[in-house]
C-alpha cells in the first residue's frame, strides 16, 4: 500500500513539474528590427539580416523562414522591375508586410514578360505579370537591391524620431500632399507617413 502510494505521489509530482515547464514562457530567439540598419565595408546597408545588394532572394526566405511570391511590373515612364512578396512576417513582435526588389537583367525581365502566364492591371496603373515556374524558380538567387516594410502597426514622427532620429529632410507627396516623406541619407531610407493610410518604409542601396 505504501508503494502504490509513493508511486502515485511521485507520478502526480512528475505531471506537475512538466505542466509547470510547459506555462513557462519559452525564450524568443532574438530577430532583427527596422530600426536596426548596419553600414557595411561596400558602402550599402544591412536590414533584416539583409545586405542590400549581396543577398539574395533565397537568403531572405532562409532568414524568414518563409517562401515569398514573385511578380514582374511595368508601368509608363518607370523601369521594369520583379518583386517578391511575403504578405506576412513577425520579426521581434512586429507583424508587416515585407517586398523585395530584385536584380533581374532588363534582357531577361523582357524574356520573362514574353512567357508570363498572364497580365493584370493595377489599380496604380502598373501592370503585373505572373511569371511561369521556370522564371520564377531562376530568381531565388538574385541579389535584393531593396525593400519595402509596411508594419501593421502605424508609426507616428514620435516613434519616427526615437527610433531613427531626425531625417535629412521631411517634404510633401506633390501627388498626396497628405502624405509627407522622411529621408534618411545615411540609411538610404525613405518613410512616407499618411494619417489615413500605413506607414511604408523603404531601404534602398546607398554604395553605388
Known amino acids: 500500500m505504501r508503494m502504490l502510494r509513493s508511486f502515485l505521489i511521485g507520478l502526480f509530482l512528475t505531471i506537475l513539474a512538466i505542466a509547470v515547464l ?6 524568443q530567439a532574438e530577430a532583427p528590427m527596422p530600426w536596426q540598419v548596419t553600414l557595411m565595408p561596400d558602402g550599402n546597408n544591412q536590414v533584416f539580416g539583409i545586405h542590400l545588394g549581396t543577398s539574395t532572394y533565397r537568403q531572405a526566405q532562409e532568414g524568414f523562414h518563409q517562401y515569398g511570391k514573385t511578380a514582374l511590373f511595368t508601368q509608363e515612364g518607370v523601369e521594369p522591375s520583379v518583386e517578391a512578396f511575403f504578405t506576412s512576417i513577425n520579426l521581434g ?11 533581374v537583367p532588363s534582357s531577361e525581365i523582357n524574356n ?3 512567357r508570363a502566364m498572364e497580365s493584370r492591371l493595377q489599380p496604380s496603373g502598373a501592370h503585373r505579370y505572373e511569371l511561369n515556374n521556370d522564371d520564377n524558380a531562376s530568381l ?14 502605424k508609426l507616428n514622427a514620435d516613434m ?3 527610433r531613427f532620429e531626425e ?11 497628405a502624405t509627407e516623406i522622411w529621408r534618411y541619407k545615411e540609411l538610404g531610407l525613405t518613410v512616407r507617413m499618411n494619417q489615413n493610410e500605413k506607414t511604408i518604409l523603404e531601404y534602398q542601396l546607398t554604395g553605388h
Not at 510547459?22 to 525564450?27: A, F, I, T, Y
Request: aromatic share 4%; net charge negative; glycine share 2%.
Open 167 to 177: 531625417p535629412d529632410s521631411i517634404e510633401q507627396d506633390i501627388n498626396n500632399p
Open 160 to 162: 519616427l524620431r526615437y
Open 93 to 103: 513582435g512586429l507583424s508587416a508586410k515585407l517586398v523585395l526588389n530584385l536584380d
Open 140 to 153: 531565388i538567387n538574385a541579389p535584393i537591391t531593396a525593400i519595402t516594410y509596411i508594419p501593421s502597426v
Open 22 to 27: 510547459m506555462m513557462l514562457p519559452s525564450k
Open 112 to 114: 520573362m514578360m514574353s
